[in-house]
Nanobody
Framework: HVQLVESGGGSVAAGGSLRLSCAAS????????MAWFRQAPGQEREGVAT????????FYADSVRGRFTISRDNAEMSVYLQMDSLKPEDSGMYYC??????????????????WGQGTQVTVS
């Protein structure tokens, strides 16, 4: 079965950096979209970044573009999120997700069938 395990969250001062990791296993050959989402208390889950492993393209939400970088290690079947210049509004639970998409992976959470358990990020 599909398993996603996130790590790398923590507490950091504003302006600092964190690197999140997500180890994926058990997914089907057709899976081509890997994504990071976040959810703050009382807020809806929002897309942060996506990576299309078929065409090697990335997409970022406007709120993080230029500060966050999504990448993938094909050999380790992992996806990463490098977060720089962190702001307090970046705080929340961060989740990785995988699924199948077209040439552009969806930034909304609904199309993704597989999710990790989440890792907490707190920026103060």
């Amino acid at each position: 079965h599909v398993q996603l395990v996130e790590s790398g969250g923590g507490s950091v001062a504003a302006g600092g950096s964190l690197r999140l990791s997500c180890a994926a296993s058990g997914y089907s050959y057709g899976t081509n979209c890997m994504a990071w989402f976040r959810q703050a208390p009382g807020q809806e889950r929002e897309g942060v970044a996506t990576f299309n492993t078929r065409v090697l393209t990335q997409f970022y939400a406007d709120s993080v573009r230029g500060r966050f970088t999504i990448s993938r290690d094909n050999a380790e079947m992992s996806v990463y999120l490098q977060m720089d210049s962190l702001k307090p509004e970046d705080s929340g639970m961060y989740y990785c997700a995988i699924g199948v998409g077209s040439w552009q992976c969806p930034i909304a959470p609904q199309p993704y069938p597989h999710w990790g358990q989440g890792t907490q990020v707190t920026v103060s």
